[in-house]
């Protein structure tokens, strides 16, 4: 039904859309404008060398807390809630900013674990300084049938489950059984799962896990995304 909508609404739609295309978003009330969606908040611009959580600043700190408690509001202190973060394309943050959401919950003393969903382009070491070869993809592709084998880490409080090697079909192992299993097994584990999803906007994976998924963050970085 929705490729039928959209089909018969690209004429008119396409002229909208290259009128659209542009101007990029340039802040949080623009977004506010289009989207029926609570804003959580905003987040610095950090230059490349402050992005990992070891270089974090008080401001990103303070940012992340607050993003942390609008969101405990709104899942109304759920047990273990699954939350995924994702954007529209790749390059707007949302690895880093499931990373640093991770730490804002570990911080706060919840036992919490953030899960490299991105096969494709996994990123998540980019902000943990370490990574490791196998992971997500290995679990998903019956490698391995021990979840804890997989899992580093960083602190009491904050593991991690990195994307692992880069599978030839990351589509068909997200979406296979096991990744439901495996999120069952980590909500009798941990008081909070932040799951790295890939981008909305351009791969498939995203749309099957927000169906496992209690929350999104989804994240627009201003003057990137049109």
């Known amino acids: 039904l929705i490729g039928l909508m959209l089909g018969f609404a690209l004429p008119a739609g396409g002229i909208l859309i290259m009128d659209m295309l542009d101007t990029k978003v340039r802040g949080a009330e623009e977004v506010e404008k289009v ?15 402050k992005t990992s959580i070891e270089s974090e600043d008080w401001m990103m700190a303070e940012s992340m807390q607050l993003i942390r ?9 759920q ?26 919950y570990a911080r706060a003393g ?19 300084d370490f990574d490791r070869q196998e992971g997500l993809s290995a679990y998903l592709a019956g490698l391995c049938d021990t979840p804890e084998q997989l899992i580093w880490r960083v602190n009491e409080e904050l593991h991690v489950l990195f994307g692992g090697v880069i599978p030839p079909n990351p589509v068909q192992l997200i979406a296979s059984p096991r990744m439901q299993e495996l999120l069952e097994y980590l909500r009798g584990k941990y008081s ?35």
């Open 192 to 226: 909070c799962i932040i799951l790295d999803t890939p981008p909305l906007g351009v791969l498939a994976e995203g749309f099957t896990l927000s169906k496992l998924a209690d929350a999104c963050v989804y994240v627009v970085r201003a003057n990137v995304l049109r």
């Open 35 to 49: 989207v029926n969606a609570p804003l959580l908040g905003t987040l610095p611009q950090l230059p490349e060398e």
């Open 79 to 104: 047990k273990s809630p699954v939350i995924m973060v994702t954007s529209t394309i790749p390059g707007e943050g949302k690895s880093m900013v499931a990373t640093h959401l991770a730490n804002a």
């Open 69 to 77: 408690e609008k969101l405990n509001y709104i899942l109304k202190q």
């Open 110 to 128: 919840k036992r919490v674990i953030v899960v490299g969903c991105d096969l494709r382009n996994p990123s998540l070491h980019n902000f943990l």
